[in-house]
């Protein structure tokens, strides 16, 4: 059924109703007036029949049996009820027995009458409704002191009202029929009207759920339909433009997913997804060819790439990620399907939602095979170009005490006499060819070299012990200040003493007057930190940068491979050999080693052949 339908039922409803109770009210009206009418009509005619019995009552008792008689003959009676035919008898009842004094009792009553006609004496009249053989009637109770002992009922037929009223309820369904339809009729084409512009907003919003935003609605009327149509218009233009943005912004979505996940796919770099325990959501192609995982066969695994040793420092680095620090990349080792323990630079992010929550972890790992096989190549590139330049330094080096000794030597073959004085100087060269080539075999030599945990302390105190005589004899108090806490790292006993022995060696050549030597060891938990202080001249800024170089040095008898020798073996250790200098205040060296834990007693770095450049 059609909106349109049910407006028109429900207003014909409505005005029916109200027809409808308006007409009971009215019936009801009607017929309590008619009673009322009724009513007067029988007080009325008591009146008359009391004053006709007035009149021939003469007071004697003789006179009222006439009377009596009279009355029987009906005259009076047959009167009243010509003149209105809805009166059906009249009957006069005396009062103390009841009896019928005049007129007839065919509508008997008897055992309600004696309390209505008790009920008269009292108010003068009573109206009361009686049903006999299911008809209805009406009968009234006339009393007055004129009437003395009697009392006139007269009953009224009430089938006239009934009918009467009956007659007027049909007419009124008649009518009510009649207007219903008509309403019904009128109200279908006024709700009709009304509604027109429905249609078209109906017709709007089918287009709008069909995605066709063009043809607007043609606005007619400017009451709550028009404005409702110029609402779904403005409504209709405004979801065109969304959709437009809409289809543009998964347009460029569409598109960087493909960019994306093309760069994921085709990157040389592996990378997974995975949540915050570790499960594996996503891998790329590159993933599976370095691990050997396939992406369904690596789905749902739990940290399946992380060797047991590397535990702990994956759980540091996602804690650090969780507590919101941006960790670098680090290079560690992974461990492949197959078994193969890979070195691998793994970056590791995190990936949050809208509200900023960590929700999973990308992790890309990148294979560190070929680039430590091009460092390796890049080392010894870099020893053959050390190598050339000790050789030419060796060859400048030695060239100046061999001119010299050649110039001798010429001279005494054509002296033909052996010069002592010369011999001296001849010899003093010769010393020094023999300690630039010692020098140079310390650091060219294969040393086979095996790492053991010792304390940095006790290796200090043997240096410091080792070099005490040297040390008085330039004036010179080695001051110790060495930390309570242990400091073992691992490390070759001999090759640690040759370099603090050297840095001691040149603080005391800095320091011809004499004066201490301040020799500080703290533990930093990571490192161990040593600091070797002297306070002699100093060494100028343009010369620090070069402090390392091969035959750089600043003294007159030196080589400048003491410091190289050092250098190198601070750097096979995996530590730090740095210099700072104040002229005119004293020089600072500072040695940094990496430290052991209390409980690890078998060192960190494996036994290797640190090959001289």
Same mark, same amino acid.
């Given at each position: 059924?059609?909106?349109?339908?049910?407006?028109?039922?429900?207003?014909?409803?409505?005005? &029916?109703?109200?027809?409808?109770?308006?007409?009971m009210?009215?019936?009801?009206?009607?017929?309590?007036?008619?009673?009322?009418?009724?009513?007067?009509?029988?007080?009325?005619?008591?009146?008359?029949?009391?004053?006709?019995?007035?009149?021939?009552?003469?007071?004697?008792?003789?006179?009222?049996?006439?009377?009596?008689?009279?009355?029987?003959?009906?005259?009076?009676?047959?009167?009243?009820?010509?003149?209105?035919?809805?009166?059906?008898?009249?009957?006069?009842?005396?009062?103390?027995?009841?009896?019928?004094?005049?007129?007839?009792?065919?509508?008997?009553?008897?055992?309600?009458?004696?309390?209505?006609?008790?009920?008269?004496?009292?108010?003068?009249?009573?109206?009361?409704?009686?049903?006999?053989?299911?008809?209805?009637?009406?009968?009234?109770?006339?009393?007055?002191?004129?009437?003395?002992?009697?009392?006139?009922?007269?009953?009224?037929?009430?089938?006239?009202?009934?009918?009467?009223?009956?007659?007027?309820?049909?007419?009124?369904? &008649?009518?009510s029929?009649?207007?219903?339809?008509l309403?019904?009729f009128?109200?279908?084409?006024?709700v009709?009207v009304?509604?027109?512009?429905?249609?078209?907003?109906?017709?709007?919003?089918?287009?709008?759920s069909?995605?066709r935003?063009?043809?607007?609605?043609?606005?007619?009327?400017?009451?709550?339909?028009?404005?409702?149509?110029?609402?779904?218009?403005?409504?209709?233009?405004?979801?065109?433009?969304?959709?437009?943005?809409?289809?543009?912004a998964?347009?460029?979505?569409?598109?960087m997913?493909?960019?994306?996940e093309?760069?994921?796919?085709?990157?040389?770099?592996?990378?997974?997804?995975?949540?915050?325990?570790?499960?594996?959501?996503?891998?790329?192609?590159?993933?599976e060819?370095?691990?050997?995982?396939?992406?369904e066969?690596?789905?749902?695994?739990?940290?399946?790439? &992380?060797?047991?040793s590397?535990?702990?420092?994956?759980?540091?680095?996602l804690?650090?990620?969780?507590?919101?620090?941006? &960790?670098?990349?680090k290079?560690?080792?992974?461990?492949?399907?197959?078994?193969?323990?890979?070195?691998?630079?793994?970056t590791?992010?995190?990936?949050?939602?809208?509200?900023?929550?960590?929700?999973?972890?990308?992790?890309?790992?990148?294979d560190?095979?070929?680039?430590?096989?091009?460092?390796?190549?890049?080392?010894?590139?870099?020893?053959?170009?050390?190598?050339g330049?000790?050789?030419?330094?060796?060859?400048?080096?030695?060239?100046?005490?061999?001119?010299?000794?050649?110039?001798?030597?010429?001279?005494?073959?054509?002296?033909?006499?052996?010069?002592?004085?010369?011999?001296?100087l001849?010899l003093?060269?010769?010393?020094?060819?023999?300690?630039?080539?010692?020098?140079?075999?310390?650091?060219?030599?294969?040393?086979?070299t095996?790492?053991?945990?010792?304390?940095?302390?006790?290796?200090?105190?043997?240096?410091?012990?080792?070099m005490?005589?040297?040390?008085?004899?330039?004036?010179?108090?080695?001051?110790?200040?060495?930390t309570?806490?242990?400091?073992?790292?691992?490390?070759?006993?001999?090759?640690?003493?040759?370099?603090?022995?050297?840095?001691?060696?040149?603080?005391?050549?800095?320091?011809?007057?004499?004066?201490?030597?301040?020799?500080?060891?703290?533990?930093?938990?990571?490192?161990?930190?040593?600091?070797?202080?002297?306070?002699?001249?100093?060494?100028?800024?343009?010369?620090?940068?070069?402090?390392?170089?091969?035959?750089?040095?600043?003294?007159?008898?030196?080589?400048?491979?003491?410091?190289?020798?050092s250098?190198?073996?601070?750097?096979?250790?995996?530590?730090?050999?740095?210099?700072?200098?104040?002229?005119?205040?004293?020089?600072?060296?500072h040695?940094?080693?990496?430290?052991l834990?209390?409980?690890?007693?078998?060192?960190?770095?494996?036994?290797?052949?640190?090959?001289?450049?």
């Open positions: 059924m059609s909106i349109k339908m049910k407006f028109s039922i429900m207003i014909s409803l409505i005005v &029916l109703s109200i027809f409808i109770v308006y007409s009210l009215n019936e009801y009206a009607w017929i309590r007036s008619m009673r009322e009418e009724m009513k007067q009509v029988m007080l009325d005619t008591s009146i008359q029949v009391a004053v006709s019995m007035d009149a021939y009552d003469t007071g004697p008792e003789s006179q009222t049996l006439e009377l009596q008689s009279q009355v029987e003959g009906k005259d009076m009676f047959d009167m009243v009820q010509r003149m209105n035919t809805n009166i059906k008898e009249i009957t006069v009842f005396h009062n103390g027995t009841l009896e019928i004094s005049a007129g007839t009792y065919a509508y008997n009553d008897a055992t309600n009458d004696s309390d209505f006609v008790q009920e008269a004496r009292d108010s003068e009249f009573v109206f009361r409704k009686m049903i006999i053989d299911e008809e209805i009637y009406y009968r009234s109770y006339y009393s007055n002191e004129k009437l003395g002992n009697y009392t006139i009922s007269i009953v009224y037929d009430g089938k006239g009202i009934q009918n009467h009223a009956g007659e007027k309820r049909n007419d009124t369904l &008649l009518y029929s009649i207007v219903t339809v309403i019904l009128i109200s279908y084409w006024l009709g009304m509604i027109r512009p429905l249609k078209d907003i109906l017709w709007k919003v089918n287009e709008v069909s995605v935003f063009k043809q607007p609605i043609q606005i007619r009327r400017r009451d709550e339909f028009g404005l409702l149509a110029l609402k779904v218009n403005a409504m209709s233009q405004n979801l065109s433009i969304y959709m437009d943005k809409l289809r543009k998964f347009e460029e979505n569409r598109r997913k493909e960019h994306l093309s760069f994921i796919n085709h990157t040389s770099d592996a990378i997974h997804l995975m949540e915050l325990d570790g499960t594996i959501i996503q891998v790329n192609r590159a993933f060819l370095l691990y050997g995982y396939g992406e066969e690596a789905v749902g695994l739990v940290f399946p790439i &992380l060797p047991d590397h535990r702990e420092e994956l759980e540091q680095m804690s650090q990620l969780i507590a919101g620090r941006v &960790l670098p990349a290079e560690t080792f992974r461990v492949t399907k197959a078994g193969e323990l890979i070195p691998v630079s793994i590791i992010s995190p990936i949050r939602d809208s509200d900023g929550t960590i929700r999973a972890f990308a992790s890309i790992s990148r560190m095979r070929s680039r430590n096989k091009m460092d390796e190549l890049l080392r010894r590139s870099e020893k053959l170009t050390t190598v330049q000790l050789a030419a330094g060796v060859a400048h080096e030695i060239r100046n005490p061999l001119t010299t000794l050649r110039g001798f030597l010429q001279l005494q073959q054509q002296t033909m006499q052996l010069n002592v004085s010369h011999v001296g001849m003093s060269e010769l010393d020094r060819i023999n300690l630039i080539v010692g020098e140079f075999l310390i650091l060219a030599k294969p040393q086979a095996k790492f053991v945990t010792k304390d940095m302390r006790n290796i200090l105190r043997d240096v410091v012990a080792l005490n005589s040297e040390a008085h004899l330039h004036n010179i108090e080695f001051m110790s200040l060495f309570e806490e242990d400091c073992l790292v691992s490390c070759e006993e001999n090759q640690l003493k040759q370099v603090f022995i050297n840095l001691l060696k040149n603080a005391i050549e800095a320091m011809p007057t004499g004066g201490p030597i301040h020799i500080h060891i703290t533990n930093k938990k990571k490192i161990v930190s040593i600091k070797i202080t002297d306070e002699g001249e100093g060494i100028p800024k343009e010369m620090i940068s070069k402090i390392g170089d091969p035959f750089f040095t600043g003294k007159e008898s030196g080589t400048g491979l003491g410091i190289m020798v250098q190198r073996i601070i750097l096979n250790h995996k530590g730090n050999l740095d210099f700072q200098s104040q002229e005119k205040v004293g020089t600072t060296v040695v940094s080693l990496p430290a834990k209390q409980s690890s007693r078998d060192g960190i770095l494996e036994a290797s052949t640190n090959e001289g450049s």
